[in-house]
């Protein structure tokens, strides 16, 4: 059974960080490439970051940049997004995705494999 597992959401003051993690299981880990979305309430889900580690690349959304970090280890089948001067604007439940092959965009139509999701809020 295909799993992604989103943890390491939760309350941050504004400029704080946190590190969310997504365990993946179920399908190979280096065969996929791996992207971090977004929705805030009452918004669109937005593509935040991706990672396809076979080819060392990496992107971010421009309301990102800067500030969060992707990263995989095949070895723990997980991925990781650091999050770090953190804004209100930040508060959304946070996702993690799984596309076979490579990928350089977080496009969600691209992803075959999605996770349940975890709350990040950020007070001002």
């Known amino acids: 059974e295909v799993q992604l597992v989103e943890s390491g959401g939760g309350l941050v003051q504004a400029g704080g960080s946190l590190r969310l993690s997504c365990a993946a299981s179920g399908f190979t880990f280096d065969d996929y490439a791996f992207g971090w979305f977004r929705q805030a309430p009452g918004k669109e889900r937005e593509g935040i970051s991706c990672?396809?580690?076979?080819?060392?690349?990496?992107y971010y959304a421009d309301s990102v940049k800067g500030r969060f970090t992707i990263s995989s280890d095949s070895a723990k089948n997980t991925v990781y997004l650091q999050m770090n001067s953190l804004k209100p604007e930040d508060t959304a439940v946070y996702y993690c995705a799984a596309a076979e092959g490579i990928v350089t965009e977080p496009r969600s139509r691209w992803y075959d494999y999605w996770g349940q999701g975890t709350q990040v809020t950020v007070s001002s």
């Open positions: 990672i396809s580690s076979s080819i060392d690349s990496t």
